[in-house]
């Protein structure tokens, strides 16, 4: 299973790499599932994984031109203060209830990516960064981070998409920087009441910034609204499966019906409403 773990954590990494996110949505089930470790460990082990493989991600991405630093510090520091309160309590709730909260994030997840989001026009930037919601954004992202052991990459490219007007490429290795600096933040909440496996993890991460590398590498090479809405899908798949796992036997299938039931209207009235320009700001 160490073999099929660590196989797997390059997947992840480039996942992480192409997308700015996915990492801990993908670690956490894998460190679960295939890895056998319990949630609380798993979410932990993800928070090492995901911090390391980010940071060393985003050095790639700033090569390229495509890290906005202020913007990605100012969010990155009110994540880290969010994604430590999140730590912290993470380790004092059950586990079943932070995995289902996970899937739930998962299902939300899926579908933000499913409905995409219109590209802005530069003609229309501002001069001025709106640092309050930035640091707004920041904190309640970062608690999510904490909190389940997600990097939240998948809520902070929309968030700098929506409040910089970012393209894509930029906005992925952006949110890398965030990644990091929350995911370490939320890392020390959990040391305090979490012991972690350093050998494996460490093996799993080596594994991890492989494919984040090599992810960089292809980022402006892939269409991004195919590899957007394709891995989209596979978000809602594990998110599902998540859910069978660890609901109760007697509702599980009911449980999974309706989950599935609310994603597809939530995805047919977003498709019905038309998507606004998304504005520039300083950064």
């Known amino acids: 299973m160490i073999a099929l773990t660590v196989t797997l954590a390059v997947v992840v990494g480039l996942a992480l790499g192409l997308l700015g996110g996915g990492g801990s949505i993908l670690m956490v089930p894998l460190l679960v ?21 980010s940071a060393v991600s985003v050095v790639g991405h700033a090569r390229g031109g495509r890290v906005r630093w202020r913007t990605g510090l100012l969010f990155g ?13 993470g380790g004092h709730l059950p586990a079943q209830l ?37 640091l707004l954004d920041g904190a309640a992202v970062g608690l ?8 939240g990459g998948f809520l ?14 930029v906005a992925v290795g952006t949110s890398l920087l965030v990644i990091a600096m929350k995911s370490f933040a939320g890392l020390t909440g959990y040391l305090a009441t979490v012991s972690i496996d350093w050998s494996l993890v460490g093996a799993i991460t080596a594994a991890a910034v492989v494919g984040s590398l090599l992810g960089a590498r292809l980022v402006d090479r892939i269409p ?17 499966f998540v859910l069978v796992q660890e609901a ?7 449980g999974l019906v309706a989950l599935l039931g609310v994603a597809a209207a939530m995805l047919t009235c977003s498709a019905l409403v038309p998507r606004c320009p998304l504005r520039h700001v300083g950064t």
């Open 98 to 134: 932070l995995m289902i909260g996970f899937a739930a994030m998962m299902v939300a997840t899926a579908v933000a990516m499913l409905r995409g989001r219109k590209e802005s026009d530069a003609a229309t930037a501002h001069a001025q960064l709106p640092v309050g919601r930035v």
């Open 77 to 89: 520091a009110a994540g880290m203060a969010g994604a430590l309160v999140g730590g912290l309590l």
């Open 224 to 240: 991004a609204d195919a590899l957007r809405r394709a891995f989209g899908w596979f978000v809602l798949a594990m998110g599902a």
């Open 248 to 254: 109760p036997e007697g509702v599980r299938l009911p």
């Open 144 to 151: 999510v981070t904490g909190l389940v052991g997600a990097g």
């Open 156 to 169: 902070v490219v929309p968030a700098l998409a929506l409040l910089a007007g970012l393209p894509m490429g």
């Open 33 to 53: 599932y295939v890895a056998g470790m319990d949630a609380k460990e798993a979410i932990a082990a993800s928070l090492v994984v995901v911090g390391v493989t």
